[in-house]
């Protein structure tokens, strides 16, 4: 699935690079070792974590600066990396989805990027990054109604679906989903960290849920 960036975005983020992960699942509950491991990363990245060190974090920085340059508070819209980090910081762990979401947020506290995840097959015809407009809003993932105004926002024939903050729950992955779409975005050109990151999903992808075909790409605007 190919992402076309809009000429402003494109302009304002001239390193972006878009990491992206499609493979074909079957989405259960996690199973016991990997709920036991995700709660071993947690307590072992709660020892290390407060506010300024997730301020710090190289990738939820460059996210972070990627809002302001776009005219939105990160710290009223915080990007779903630095929530789930500041989360695993006051003693509440990660969240327990199912087996396809949990390995989308453990990379996603592993590495500092905000992560995508999508039912592929929800998502219609082509998909653009753009920066969300004024009463552009869409129902979040246990947000209700969030405000996508100058985020970098994710669209397909239907309309916007994706940020990094919250995804829509129009697109989101239930236990009916097939084709998993996770999307990583780098604002500032973070090669090796995507490149971390993205072999970080196909190992956990392999390894705890057992998958075959998993599709791995990385597209930048050079």
Request: proline share 3%; glycine share 8%; net charge negative.
């Amino acid at each position: 699935m190919e992402i076309t960036v809009d000429q402003e975005m494109a302009a304002r983020f001239p390193d972006l690079l878009l990491g992206t992960v499609e493979a074909e699942v079957v989405v259960t509950p996690a199973s016991a070792a990997f709920n036991a491991e995700m709660e071993a990363v947690a307590s072992r990245l709660e020892k290390d974590l407060d506010a300024e060190a997730i301020r710090r974090h190289p990738v939820v920085a460059a996210t972070k600066n990627a809002y302001r340059l776009l005219g939105k508070d990160p710290n009223r819209y915080r990007p779903a990396a630095e929530s789930l980090l500041r989360r695993i910081a006051s003693g509440k762990g990660l969240y327990r989805v199912n087996s396809v979401v949990d390995v989308l947020n453990r990379v996603s506290v592993e590495t500092g990027f905000s992560i995508g995840g999508y039912d592929a097959d929800k998502v219609v015809g082509q998909v653009t990054l753009g920066i969300g407009e004024a009463e552009e809003a869409y129902v979040g993932i246990g947000r209700g109604d969030v405000n996508i105004e100058r985020l970098p926002v994710f669209r397909d024939e239907i309309g916007a679906f994706g940020t990094s903050t919250s995804d829509s729950v129009r697109t989101m992955v239930t236990e009916q989903t097939r084709r998993f779409w996770m999307v990583l975005p780098a604002f500032a050109g973070e090669a090796a960290e995507l490149e971390a990151a993205l072999e970080l999903c196909e190992r956990y992808l392999v390894e705890w849920i057992g998958l075959k075909a998993i599709r791995i790409g990385v597209q930048g605007l050079r």
